[in-house]
C-alpha cells in the first residue's frame, strides 16, 4: 500500500500537533488590496480534531482566509502556521509540501472539466503523489463510495448536479487523506436535502477520519448543523446523533465583521450573543 | 489626461513584468522537475497536429495566388519563366512564417486564452495549486514547448504546400513547364534565405503560445473576463507575430547576408 499521508511528521510536531493541538495558527494577520483592508489585525487557532465555522457577510473577508492558509495569498503583516510550519513568507515550492496535507473544496467545485469524476478525484494520487495504479484506483474507489457517488466514476463534471460536483470536490480533497480540510461555502445555492448530505459528509470527515476542517458559509442552517451534530460508527451504519460533552466544545463560529473577529465562542455563547449584539442577531434572524 | 496616461503606462508595464516573470518560471521549470510528459505530447498533438489543416490551405493557395499575381507582372517583362524564383523566395523567407505565425495566433492563440481564463474563473488554476500542481509546469510549460517545436515544422509544410500551389497555377494556367518552374524555385533559393525561414517560427510559435498563456493567467471578471481575454491574445499576438517577425527579420539580415 502506497503512503497514507503525503508528509510524515518528525516525532516531536506529532505529538504537539495530537487531538487538541495547535494545527493552524493565524497571529496578527493584516490583508488589504490596494486601499480596502479585509483582514485586519486577525488572530485565531484550529486544534487537530476541531472545527471552525466562519460565518459573515459576503466580502467580509472569510474566503480570503482559505486562501491565506493555502499559500494562495500573502499576508501584508502577521504570522500564519500550519502543520508546525511558518507559511506567510513561504516560497511557492516550498509551500507545495505544506499543500500537500490541505484539502481545499471550492465554492462551486471548481473540478477539472476536461476531466472525468475518477481523474477529479485522483488527480493528486496519479499526478502528484504518483501512486501506484491499483492503489490509486481502490481509494478512488473508497472516496466515492464514502459520498455515495460510486456510480458515477466515469461521468464528466458537466453531467453531475449542482450537488453531486460539490460532493465530488469534497472527495477529491479528502484523497490524498489530508489532515486538514477547508470548505468554501459548501452549500451555497444548494437545496436542503442536499445541503444536509453535505453537512454530513463533513461531520463523517472529521469525526470518523479526525480531519481538522474550517468551513466558511453564510448558510446558518448549515453551520449550526456541522457544529452541533457529530458522527458514530454503529455496528452495521454510521450514525448522525446530536454532539454532547467535550464534542460540543470542538467546534467554534468565528464571524468576520469588517475585517475583524466580531465574535469568537461555541454554539450555545453565539446563540446567547444574539440576543445582545445587533449585528449578530440581525445576520441570525 | 496625464494622469490618464500614467494609469495605462503603470498597467502596461505591470503586463510586461508580469510576462518576464511567467517567461522565467517557464525556463526553471523546464530544467527542474516535476515534468508532466502526458501533458507535452497532448499539447503537441492539439498545436501541432490540429493546426495542419488550416495551415495547409493557408500554403497552398498562398503559393496559389502569389504565382497568378507574379505571373502576370512578369509577363510584362517576358519573364514568366521566373515565377518559381519569385514564389520560392517570398514563401520560405516571409509569408510561410508569417502567415503559418497568424494562423496559429488566431486558432491556438485564442484557445489557450480561453481554456486558461475559464480555468482562472472557475477556480480551476486555485484548484491545481491547492492540489500541489503548479500550473506554469502543468499547463504552460508544454504549451510553449509545442508552440516551439510545432510553429517551426508547420511552416516548413506550408511553405512546401504553398510551393505545390505554385506549381499548379504555374504549370495550368500560366503555361510554364515543370522543369523549368522547380529549376526556377531552386535557383531563387540561397541557403540564408532557407536559414530564416526556419529560425523566425521557432520566435513566433513561442511568443505566440508564451502571449496566450500569460493573457489567459491574466483573466479576471467573469465570463465576460474570458471573452476579453480571448480577443486581447489574438490581437497581441497577431501584432506580436508582424513585430517580432520584422525584428528577427532585421538581427538575421545583420548576422547572415
Known sequence: ???????????????????????????????????????????????????????????????????LILG???????????????????????????????????????????????ENVGYKLFE??????????????????????????????????????????????????????????????????????????IIKLRDLEGVSSIVVTHQLRDAFFIAEHTAVRRVDR???????????????????????????????????????????????? | ???????????????????????????RSLVSRPFYYRDVIEQFDAIGVGSLTVVLLTGLFTGMVLALQSGFTLDQFGARSMVGRLVSASIVKELGPVLTGLMVAGRVGSGIAAELGSMVVTDQIAALRAL??????????????????????????????????????????????????????????YIQDVWMGLIKPFVLGFTIVSIGCHVGLRTHGGTQGVGRATTNAVVASSVAVIAVDYLVTQLLIVLMY
Do not use: C
Not at chain 2, 512546401?160 to 503555361?175: D, F, K, Q, Y
Open chain 1, 128 to 201: 502528484e503523489l504518483n501512486w501506484p495504479r491499483t492503489d490509486a484506483n481502490r481509494r478512488v474507489g473508497e472516496v466515492l463510495g464514502f459520498i455515495g457517488l460510486a456510480d458515477f466514476i466515469d461521468r464528466m463534471p458537466s453531467e453531475l448536479s449542482g450537488g453531486q460536483r460539490r460532493r465530488v470536490a469534497i472527495a477529491r480533497a479528502m484523497a490524498a487523506k489530508p489532515r486538514i480540510l477547508l470548505y468554501d461555502e459548501p452549500t451555497t445555492g444548494l437545496d436542503p436535502i442536499t445541503s444536509l448530505t453535505v453537512d454530513q459528509e
Open chain 2, 1 to 27: 489626461m496625464p494622469g490618464r496616461f500614467a494609469e495605462w503606462l503603470k498597467a502596461a508595464l505591470l503586463e510586461v513584468q508580469e510576462y518576464v516573470r511567467m517567461i522565467g518560471k517557464v525556463g
Open chain 1, 238 to 285: 454510521i450514525a448522525i446523533e446530536r454532539a454532547a460533552g467535550q464534542k460540543a466544545e470542538e467546534a467554534e463560529f468565528i464571524m468576520l465583521r469588517d475585517g475583524g473577529i466580531a465574535f469568537e465562542g461555541n454554539a450555545t455563547e453565539l446563540r446567547v450573543r444574539t440576543e445582545r449584539d445587533p449585528y449578530i442577531h440581525a445576520f441570525l434572524s
Open chain 1, 72 to 118: 494562495l495569498l500573502k499576508p501584508d503583516a502577521g504570522r500564519i502556521f500550519v502543520n508546525g510550519e511558518q507559511i506567510d513568507d513561504m516560497r511557492e515550492d516550498d509551500l507545495m509540501a505544506v499543500r500537500a496535507d490541505l484539502g481545499m473544496v471550492f465554492q462551486e467545485g471548481a473540478l477539472f472539466d476536461s476531466l472525468t469524476v475518477r
Open chain 1, 1 to 67: 500500500m502506497a503512503v497514507l499521508h503525503p508528509a510524515p511528521r518528525p516525532p516531536l510536531l506529532e505529538e504537539a500537533l495530537a487531538h487538541g493541538g495547535p494545527i493552524i495558527v493565524f497571529d496578527r494577520v493584516w490583508l488589504a488590496f490596494d486601499e480596502k483592508v479585509i483582514l485586519r489585525d486577525v488572530s485565531f487557532t484550529l486544534q487537530t480534531g476541531h472545527t471552525k465555522v466562519f460565518l459573515g457577510a459576503s466580502g467580509a473577508g472569510k474566503s480570503t482566509i482559505l486562501r
Open chain 2, 132 to 189: 500541489g500542481t503548479d500550473p506554469i509546469r502543468k499547463l504552460v510549460l508544454p504549451r510553449v514547448l509545442a508552440g516551439f517545436v510545432m510553429v517551426p515544422v508547420l511552416t516548413v509544410i506550408a511553405s512546401a504546400v504553398g510551393m505545390v500551389g505554385g506549381w499548379i497555377v504555374t504549370v495550368s494556367l500560366l503555361r510554364v513547364a515543370s522543369s523549368i518552374y522547380w529549376n526556377s524555385v531552386v535557383e531563387g533559393l
